[in-house]
């Protein structure tokens, strides 16, 4: 590990409710070496006691820290560290601004929050983003963590010169799914839809889907399946999400769909519903799928491949898949707030 | 407790997911007492080892209705006993048939399950129903337990002189609500919405809505918001279910929903949306609500008039709630299979 940090400029720290994830940098945003803990912001929570919750909380934010930086801080004690996600949020280590939109991902630099540790040193946090909504016609929405993976995504699109300046939707897939519109550089609206918290609740847990253990490669004609019935909201899908569900176990209960084939379905019913609920929404923006020069996904790479074949089973522009938005984002926001030169 | 069981005529289980509820029976199905038990399928299921699983379950099932029986049965050793719900399903005590539709309540007497006791004395099991669904335009569905509610509500109803015999809609809310189509005395379609067990689980394990505790009374304006929103498909519904699910907590994040509202907005969310699905199911079977003779909703009290106040604020007809519906079913299934007189 020695020597790691030698021409180190940034620790970057993604920082989300289930995972901690740290990147060393060195000149222009280059990764040096990375690094990771289980100690996301809910695994750090459940270690409080109830009785004493202040103390306790930055001493565990800062073990956890400490856990995945310590090879490079021994060697490099001044490196700043910038974090992004649910470590801004109320259960996190401090709680870090909301910026509005219309939003620029260079205003996220200017208004980072600031965190010291035991030694006086600080951790920066990055801003979240959050819409009051309008009453009757959108609702309130909120982000920590995806504001930075979009920075990253447009810094990346900055970069390369064939790139039409256009309207972009961004879907960010994960536990909570965020699908977001950019226009002329500029973060304008965002939705967020549960869907792989609720994924994960019905395998996990429900009578409908538990222990339905998913196989190690898509089952494609279940997933097709399972999202043509998710987008549809009439024939056999009248009855909604809450029916569509049901349908996992009383095909399965009947013979027509494995135990193996149900998780696909479901992932499948789900994103399915996504998607059309991303429709409705363009729809009601008066906006065309057509009209926009890309659609981008940034998330886990698996889970981006299984919405990019939603997206083409849905006749819906290609989409493009950008990994390691996040670091991008990291960097970006860092030589914004001139954390590095 | 002695004596109970004296003039008795017939005990009926309902013996469901989560919980086994035991009625004693006298003349003319009047009821004599009652008792109960947590010992509801899922829960004896986890008690089995997973190297025995055979032996073990008899000896499970039988050991929880002696818990509730037993004072009966030193008393009347000979009383038949007669079972609906999931103790029929492959997870149960033993698997009993699925019915097909259109179906008259007088044919689950015909089509009972037999096991038999350690001491050689049966337990009848009432046959679930099923629907194999059309491919595009239906689901399968399958029900246990329910067909033995609407078979009590129509039983009652035929008592009843002053009831006109048009077509009835009846909603059985709970984990797996259903709402069943009736039209001259039989069952002729139904429908099933995850609606009670999607709450469970988002308020025990969700990162959007755990820990936000049920008030004791109903939050009136909070239920009401929810439900005219699930209730929609644009606006600010536009994105769907899992877009609205997820209002709960930005919503919250926010400032517009105290901790405490949030579980009757949550639960206004669901039961709109399962409503929404009820009335899109109704056009695609080109029936309208106003042709029902009545609305009839059977199941826990509390839950019941929540759906009461759904189907108000929906402008539905006014719904009738009927309360002892499954023990109005079992004495009538009894009657006609002949194990009493």
Sequence with gaps: MMGQAQGARLIGLDWGTSSLRAYLFGDDGHKLSESSAPSGVMQLQRLIPPENPH???????????????????????????LACGMVGSTVGWKEAAYLQMPLSPSELGKGLTTVLRADG???????????????????PEIMRGEETQIAGILATRSKSD????????????GTHS????????????FSTFVTGEMYALLTNYSVVARGANPPERLHQASFRQGLMSGRAQNGEAAGGLLSLIFSTRSKH????????QQPDYLSGLLIGDELAGVQRIMTREKLALRAFSQIILSGEKSLCERYQLACDLSLWPRAKIIETAVEKGLWSVAREAGLVE
């Design 121 to 139: 040193k600080p951790v920066h946090i990055v801003p979240g983003v959050s819409s009051p909504g309008i009453q009757g016609k959108t609702f």
């Design 162 to 173: 064939s790139v039409a300046p256009g309207p972009l939707l961004i879907g960010l897939p």
């Design 178 to 189: 965020k699908w977001a519109l950019v226009n002329e550089g500029r973060l304008v609206s």
């Design 253 to 260: 209960v009947l013979g027509e769909l494995k135990a193996e």
């Design 55 to 81: 103390i306790k909380t930055e001493k565990l934010f800062e073990a956890a820290l400490g856990e995945v930086c310590d090879p490079w801080l021994e060697e490099a004690p001044d490196l700043p560290i």
